[in-house]
């Protein structure tokens, strides 16, 4: 129980063009979904976190704007990333809690390689 | 602000060597401590701690706290190539259990 499904698993895309990424749970309600970037030899940050039905709550530093965050069902969040550069370019997770599960809890997707040519 | 430190950042052992990486944390309002362990693709989750002392074990490896100290170590025994991985260890935030802080992780390269 409680798989997460990230969709794509990569994606190439041209500057100035917009990425898409959604993060399913296929097993579980996802009430809480959380968005993390990983850079080349550094750690997961976070960059928001979403409740289903409600606006995202993003981490100091993270551009709203830039990455929109939407998680109009409890078992879809999804991630655009808009006027994608190249300094975007960066390893992309989501995890994903429930009802039931300890609040300590992440269930992460298989993460989305974005490269921005 | 939460703060949870890996040591050391990189090793690079030979397959059968035994390893400790380490993992301190500063949190205001402790609640547990996860290990993971990352390939190429997202984290796989490995341990939840949450008391002292007490050992989790998992196949070859294992992992406890110390909540005295602040900190955790994980142990691998018999290291097999397999285990190459970067092995992250991270603990709730303190306002929002939800929400995980992550260390920047030990990069683990086993050899043969």
């Known amino acids: 129980g409680a798989v997460v499904s990230q969709h794509p698993s990569w994606v190439i895309c041209k500057s100035g063009t917009s990425v898409k990424i959604e993060c399913r749970s296929l097993d579980f309600q996802a009430t809480t979904m959380f968005w993390y970037r990983q850079f080349p030899k550094q750690s997961l940050m976070l960059m928001a976190t979403s409740n289903e039905g409600s606006k995202a709550t993003y981490e100091q530093g993270v551009e709203k704007d830039k990455f929109l965050i939407n998680h109009a069902s409890l078992t879809l969040s999804t991630l655009t990333v808009t006027s994608a550069h190249p300094e975007d370019s960066s390893f992309y997770i989501c995890?994903?809690?429930?009802?039931?599960?300890?609040?300590?809890?992440?269930?992460f997707g298989q993460g989305t390689r974005l490269t921005v040519v | 602000e939460d703060k949870v430190v890996q040591s050391p950042l990189s090793l690079v052992v030979h397959e059968g060597d035994t390893v400790t990486l380490n993992c301190s944390y500063e949190?205001?309002?402790?609640?547990?401590l996860l290990w993971y362990k990352q390939e190429k693709k997202a984290p796989t989750f490995l341990f939840m701690l949450t008391s002292s002392g007490i050992e989790k074990k998992s196949g070859r490896l294992s992992s406890i706290l110390d909540k005295k100290e602040l900190f955790s170590i994980l142990n691998i025994t018999a290291t097999q190539t397999g285990d190459s991985a970067v092995y992250l260890c991270?603990?709730?935030?303190?306002?929002?259990?939800?929400?995980?802080?992550f260390g920047t992780g030990t990069r683990l390269q086993v050899t043969l």
């Open positions: 995890s994903a809690r429930g009802w039931g599960h300890m609040n300590t809890e992440a269930f």
């Open positions: 949190v205001t309002n402790f609640r547990s």
């Open positions: 991270a603990v709730p935030h303190t306002g929002t259990a939800s929400k995980l802080t």
